[in-house]
């Protein structure tokens, strides 16, 4: 038996999200909601799919998490000389304190904002991870990007 699994059939209302800066992280009853600033790049003018986000200035994903034990963030540093990596997993909860925190500090610097990047799903297990640029100093080890590890039945994308 042969089945095909067509990539542009699995869509996620991303829309023009990539490379969009992160300004607020929160978890409310269960509920994580990811609140970007939007814009059109000018590279984006005129491009049928990017114009339908045009009159947007904010994003918000909301995962309502099933099952916390399935759920959480993995800290990446970058490679180094020997071409290894650190990973550091935390909880959700502890995910939201060091993003707000970290936010707050690049906020008054006015650089290294946190970004989204891409989420990958797969509907068969409630799985969904949401990758993110970010700029964090964890316990004195600076991370750059970060993956959220989500147990959730559905995802919101909410444009204002």
């Known amino acids: 038996m042969t089945e095909k699994y067509i990539m542009r059939e699995n869509y996620i209302p991303d829309g023009i999200l990539h490379d969009h800066d992160l300004y607020n992280v929160s978890l409310d009853d ?3 909601t990811l609140s970007f600033e939007t814009h059109l790049f000018s590279d984006q003018k005129g491009n049928e799919f990017c114009e339908k ?12 998490l099933e099952d916390e034990y ?12 020997k071409n290894m990596y650190k990973v550091k997993s935390i909880s959700i909860a502890e995910f939201v304190d060091l993003a707000n925190s970290e936010i707050q500090k690049q906020k008054g610097k006015k650089c290294n904002p946190w970004e989204y990047l891409y ?3 797969s509907p068969n297990i409630n ?5 993110l640029s970010i700029y964090a100093k964890y316990k004195g080890v ?3 990007m970060c993956n959220l ?3 959730t039945k559905e995802i919101e994308f909410i444009w204002e």
Do not use: G, M, Q
């Open 53 to 64: 986000y045009k009159n947007f200035t904010k994003c918000h994903i909301k995962c309502r």
């Open 30 to 32: 269960n509920v994580l």
């Open 119 to 121: 989420t990958y799903a």
């Open 142 to 144: 600076i991370y750059p």
């Open 127 to 131: 799985e969904a991870v949401i990758e």
């Open 70 to 81: 399935f759920c959480n963030a993995e800290l990446k540093t970058s490679f180094n000389r």
């Open 149 to 151: 590890e989500l147990n």
